[in-house]
């Protein structure tokens, strides 16, 4: 009944060696907030950069609020916003003056951006400080004024490209809190982040990409049935994991190394049933976990058994994810199925 | 679709936005140059330095090469030439501005906004044609109080200001394209010097070109730096202060001819360099 909001088909792109996208393809329906959850690299920016007409794709095409945005950037730009990573607010400039100044770019007449600024900035809770220069601001306050400032344009779509990488939690958890308050004046949003929190919180639907491609898509709740309705999670004296897995596979089951925690995790479809079959499965082999627990899946479960790989980097990891056999890479291809 | 396309209230197109959107961005950049007084502090404070130090010092010996028209003062000869080569020189921010917008992400804002695409960088060098013209009247009034006289009317003056002016707004545009291609406002004033500096030595800022060995001053004689030059001190001092075989009307020409040619060439190339650029 309604029109997708964003359609991309085959989306493509290449930074040299790298490939950022890799044939996407992608369907967010109007309204709400989506999340585009993957790994620290280059495909969620990218994607989002397409999106707002900022790079021109390899192959493929992207039409956002049914605009092309290869035949009609300009028609494209009129009903977007943009905020996070890849927009910026003037450090020299005040508040009130930086959300003026993109609602002028907007087409707006002077009055009117005069109005809406005010409105927004009333919005964000900018108490004092809307006529102070943004240098002064804090990281959080100026990701409020970079949604301000997205928002003046009464966009169709909202791009927010990871709106709270950087920031404390406490400051995090106020943007969150605004983004959901914002949303619901029919705005669609498409969030990227790599915190699975971040999409389990905020998204009414997340897609999960790795490597430039479409690996999972649904609710978060539908995600989480993927790996069942529990999760066996064990622990290996000494981290050789290879017997394990090994062992666990020849019963028919479908496990994962996850190399951050050093544990095995197992989807659980008969809950403790599936943990009794494995202990049994491994103690005929002669492996006895130092620990093993049957627990509620979390939206990282989902993105390692899609992906062979956890979502969340400890720390800040480098840009590009490292290429080269995981253990998960063969699985990937029929987790996309 | 289109009851979408339908709520979209449609910009006017063509030159009015192109304009407005324009006056927006040079606005803002206008605001950024106020605000940050050490960046106008600096850009200002060289070229009253060298006026101050080329008069005083090298003034002296200088003196007797220099044509009549000079009066026999340095600073008749010298300020007009000055003048030329700030404009040049402040072409550089140009560069350097665009490269921090680009780095801030500031470009790309304005890249995701249905704005004109030409007002990027249309607002930028307008900007900065502001801020030269500021740095232009402060040399002259440094000039004015320690002996530069103009000999001949104030309208001629207030014409080879502007031809100096556009000659600089001019080189702002091939500024633009190098601050898109070079993208840090370091290496961009780097680079932008290495191409200035032996521009101005190599003219008739400093000196007349006859001095130079003949292979130099064929190229010295004809650089769009000396011909902008020689059309202000024409402007200035009258024909006298020109080789013999030019005339004022002559250089002016040659001088708006030059800018011409380098915005047409510039402009398009950083235009489309903006459109592509991607950080």
């Known amino acids: ?11 493509a792109k290449d930074f040299g ?3 950022a996208l890799d044939g996407l393809s992608l369907t967010v329906p109007p309204g709400g907030i989506y999340g585009l959850l993957g790994p620290n690299g280059p495909g969620k920016t990218t994607l989002i950069r397409v999106l707002t007409t900022l790079l021109e ?11 092309d945005v290869r035949t009609d950037p300009d028609g494209v730009r009129a009903r977007i916003g943009l905020a996070g990573q890849a927009a910026a607010v003037d450090e020299v400039l005040t508040g009130r003056e930086n959300v003026e100044m993109v609602g002028r770019l907007y087409g707006l007449p002077r009055h009117e951006a005069r109005r809406r600024a005010q409105e927004m900035l009333g919005r964000i809770h900018l108490v004092g400080a809307p006529d102070r220069p943004v240098r002064t601001y804090s990281g959080g306050m100026r990701r409020r004024l970079d949604l301000a400032a997205s928002l003046v344009g009464r966009p169709q779509v909202l791009f927010l490209d990871e709106p709270t990488a950087g920031l404390d939690p406490a400051s995090r958890r106020d943007l969150w809190e605004l983004i959901g308050d914002l949303v619901g004046t029919g705005t669609t949003v498409l969030l990227t982040t790599q915190y ?5 919180q905020l998204a009414d639907r997340i897609a999960v990409v790795d490597h430039g491609r479409l690996v999972g898509e649904g609710t978060g709740e539908q995600l989480k049935d993927r790996v069942g309705g529990a999760v066996v999670e064990l622990r290996l004296p000494g981290g050789d994991h290879g017997p394990t897995l090994a062992a666990l596979r020849d019963a028919g089951m479908d496990p994962s190394y996850d190399e951050h925690t050093g544990r095995v995790v197992l989807g659980a479809p008969d809950g403790s049933r599936t943990l009794t079959k494995a202990l049994r499965r491994l103690d005929a082999e002669g492996i006895n976990p130092a620990g093993a627990t049957l627990r509620k899946p979390t939206l990282d479960d989902v993105f390692l058994a899609l992906t062979g790989h956890r979502a969340s980097p400890s720390g800040s990891g480098p840009d590009l994810p490292a290429r080269g056999g995981r253990p998960g890479q063969a699985r990937r291809a029929e987790a996309a199925r | 679709m289109s009851t979408a396309t339908a709520t979209i209230p449609r910009r006017p197109t063509g030159l009015r936005r192109a304009a407005s959107d324009t006056a927006v961005v040079a606005r803002r950049n206008l605001v950024r140059t106020i605000r940050l007084p050490e960046v106008l502090l600096t850009s200002s404070t060289m070229p009253v330095v060298f006026i101050l130090m080329f008069t005083y010092v090298f003034g002296g010996a200088v003196q007797a090469t220099l044509p009549p028209a000079a009066a026999g003062r340095y600073a008749n000869w010298l300020v007009p030439g000055l003048l030329a080569q700030f404009a040049l020189f402040g072409s550089v921010a140009t560069a350097s501005g665009l490269a921090e917008d680009l780095a801030s992400g500031v470009i790309d804002r304005f890249r995701s906004l249905p704005m004109a695409r030409s007002a990027v960088l249309a607002g930028r060098t307008l900007a900065d044609l502001v ?10 009034a440094v000039g004015l109080a320690i002996g530069f006289r103009w000999q001949t009317s104030l309208p001629g003056l207030l014409a080879g200001l502007a031809i100096v002016l556009a000659f600089g707004y001019a080189w702002s545009w091939v500024m633009a394209l190098l601050g898109l291609v070079v993208r840090t406002a370091e290496a961009v004033q780097a680079a932008a010097y290495v ?3 032996p521009l101005a030595f190599t003219s008739s800022v400093f000196v007349p070109t006859q001095t130079m060995p003949g292979w130099l001053q064929a190229f010295a004689a004809n650089q769009p730096l000396t011909v902008a030059t020689n059309a202000l001190r024409g402007l200035l001092l009258g024909p006298g202060a020109l080789h013999p075989g030019q005339t004022v009307g002559g250089q002016v020409v040659l001088a708006l001819l030059w800018s011409a040619a380098i915005f047409a060439v510039a402009s398009p190339l950083a235009v489309r360099r903006c459109r592509r650029t991607v950080s």
């Open chain 2, 195 to 197: 191409g200035v500096f």
């Open chain 1, 17 to 19: 060696k790298v490939r």
């Open chain 1, 196 to 200: 699975l929190e971040e999409a389990d």
């Open chain 2, 131 to 140: 801020r030269s013209t500021v740095t232009l009247t402060l040399m002259l």
């Open chain 1, 57 to 67: 794709p390899d192959a493929g095409s992207a039409r956002v609020a049914g605009v």
């Open chain 1, 1 to 11: 009944m309604n029109d997708p909001i964003i359609e991309v088909e085959g989306l």
